[in-house]
Structure formats: C-alpha cells, structure tokens
C-alpha cells in the first residue's frame, strides 16, 4: 500500500459561540474564540490517499482529479467565508478544528473513488490541527 | 447544539504542539570513556548541550456536541505545562529530571518520560506523542496504544 498526501490552504473566518449557555460561559469556555464578530485563521489541509499504485498508471489516483475535489469540495465551500454563516455542512456546530476536520472527511470520503480516504490533518495554526482516520473496524472491512 | 456530521466511523483526535528548551549529556556511566565516545560522539560532551525540543501531543475522544471539542485546549495547555514544560524547559535533563538520573535521555527516553507523565489527563485519551529534537531528527511514542501510530 502506498499513502499520497496532497496540501491545500484556505483562509476562512469564524466564531465558537453556543446558543444554550450563558455569555459568561461562553466567555469562559471559548476565551478569545467567542469574540462576536469572529476571527480568521489560514487553515492548511492535508489529505492521504492508500492505494495500490495502478499497474498502468503507476498512480494510487490522478493528483488532477483530488486536486479538483479539493477544489470543489473545500476551496469552494470554505476560501474566504465565515464558516459559521457560509457553509450549510456546519450549521448547529462549533465550527472547531475538530468539527471542520469531520465536515471535510465526510465531503471527501464519498467522492475519492480510486483508493481510499485515509487520514484528513487540518492545521488551523501549526500548533493546533486535528486529524480523521476510518475507525478501527470500518478499516479492518476496507 | 446539532451533533452535525458525527459518525462513528471517523474517528478524529486533537493535536498540539509546544516548545520547550533543554540541556542533555548522553552518557552511560557502565561503558568506558571510550566507548562512550564512540557510541555517543558530540553528545557525550561532559558538559552536555541543549536543543530547542518541539513536542506534540495528540489526543482522541468524543466530539463534545456543546463544545465542538475533543478537549478544552486551555485544559490541554494547562496540563502539559504543569506536567512536561515547566519540569523540562530550561532544565538540563541529566540533573533536573529525576527519571533521567539512571537512564541515558536520548530523544528515545525522553518520548517515554513524556507520555508517562501525560498518559493520565483526564479530559481525552492519549495517543501518541512525537518529540522533534532538530529540524532532522524525531521521535514518536504511543506506549501500549495497539493502533497508536494508525489513528
């Protein structure tokens, strides 16, 4: 098996706010984050792709075809929104690390055809990302 | 709030990374000056060197639907300062560090010191850890974890 991992940047902006508690805990749990006009990061995407390179080919899958499901699947979606008002996939979450690694997993996954979707990183800084992998028993069946 | 795209079939973890500055002598004492030379070279210096260590963390869990969260990075950030940075930065590890005072602290040593002391945070469950002790050398360590280094 072989991994092919392929970057992208995006820059995008949002806010962690939760309707249900009160400002002062949101203030206390969110900090900095819960400044209501929001705030942006550069966010750098790292996606890996396992496969048997193809006999023909030599390729897991054509670099070209996941840079333009990058393309439409993130770049479109997320470059330059507020990911708490823009992107339809976020609504009702805290739009974390976390939360837009798994959005992004679950765009990804169903649209990478030749290989298999094997781990999604997501830098908001390059001291905070947040990775997704199959779990344990989805991989053991992939 | 809406649990949105969870799905147990991903499973996501939380990474962190942080900096800390140490000094270091590898040195066993039961080789002689010699061969600790020359199994050590530079790093047997006896009056040691340091490195500008950068430290990674990764932890998994469940999406807390309230928080977006795996875990609260001020908890995170608390806890791995308490526990490794304020202990190790600016120490030299030989004398300061008390697990280092009958093992040699390669980069090797110092993974397993480092996930020993941040296995029991509470709030998430520790995979691995990676110590980069230059822009060329790391180091990364899951204790027992049987899928530490698969995620």
């Given at each position: 098996m072989v991994l092919l991992t392929r970057k992208i940047e995006f820059a995008a902006s949002h806010l962690y706010h939760n309707p249900d508690f009160s400002p002062e805990e949101n203030r206390r749990v969110f900090g900095k984050c819960n400044n209501p006009h929001g705030h942006g990061h550069n966010y750098t995407l790292e996606v890996t792709v396992a496969g048997e390179p193809d006999p023909v080919t030599g390729m897991v899958l054509d670099l070209k075809d996941l840079k333009e499901i990058l393309e439409r699947e993130v770049m479109q979606r997320m470059?330059?929104?507020?990911l708490n008002y823009e992107v339809p996939e976020l609504a009702g979450q805290i739009p974390t690390c976390e939360n837009i690694a798994r959005v992004i997993w679950n765009l990804l996954d169903p649209k990478i055809k030749q290989g298999k979707l094997h781990r999604v990183r997501l830098y908001e800084t390059p001291d905070l990302f947040a990775d997704c992998y199959r779990n344990g028993s989805e991989r053991a069946q992939a | 709030m809406n649990p949105g795209s969870h799905n147990s079939a991903v499973k996501t973890e939380l990474g962190r990374r942080y900096r800390f500055s140490a000094s270091h002598r590898l040195h066993n004492p039961d080789l002689s000056e010699g061969e600790n030379t020359r199994l050590y070279?530079?790093?047997?210096?006896?009056y040691g060197h340091g490195h500008n260590y950068i430290l990674e963390v990764l932890v998994s869990g469940k999406i807390d639907p309230a928080t977006g969260m795996i875990a609260n990075l001020a908890d995170l950030d608390g806890f791995v300062e308490r526990e490794v940075l304020e202990p190790?930065?600016?120490?030299?590890l030989n004398e300061?560090?008390?697990?280092f005072r009958g093992t040699v602290p390669t980069t090797e040593n110092l993974c397993i010191e480092i996930f020993r002391r941040l296995k029991p945070f509470p709030k998430a469950k520790l995979e691995r850890i990676r110590v980069q002790e230059t822009s060329n050398n790391s180091f990364e360590y899951a204790g027992d974890n049987p899928d530490g280094f698969e995620g």
């Open positions: 470059d330059h929104r507020f | 070279g530079k790093c047997n210096n006896p190790f930065d600016h120490k030299s300061d560090v008390d697990a």
